[in-house]
Each structure stands twice: as C-alpha cells, then as structure tokens.
C-alpha cells in the first residue's frame, strides 16, 4: 500500500495535480502515522504539496 501511495504521489505530480493528502488511519496501528509515508512521498516528489486529512473521531 505504501508504494502504491507513493506511485500515486508521483504520478499525480507528473499531470500537474497541486496536492496529495493522507488520512490518518486511527485504528491501523501500522498505519496510524501518516509522517513517514509522508517523508517517502517528499522524498520521491518536488512540487506537490503534501498534508494530512484528519478524520474528527467525535
């Protein structure tokens, strides 16, 4: 999954989309952190903005 949210990042910076964001998954313990799939995606792109979607739990 994470490669593929990578490739994803990727090619959307490629067709000249602005951003990609990556939910927080609460429950997913080895996903329960978007910061290093976020780091991976930085590392593999240069103009798409990067962020979090946080899902209010209440």
Do not use: C
């Not at 959307?12 to 602005?18: K, N, S, T």
């Not at 939910?23 to 798409?48: D, Y």
Request: glycine share 10%.
């Amino acid at each position: 999954m994470k490669k593929q949210a990578i490739d994803l990042a990727q090619g959307a910076e490629q067709l000249g989309i602005d951003g990609a964001y990556v939910r927080v998954h609460h429950f997913a313990r080895q996903q329960a952190s978007p910061f290093p799939l976020l780091a991976a995606m930085g590392a593999r792109t240069s103009k798409i903005e990067l962020g979090t979607g946080v899902v209010d739990m209440r």
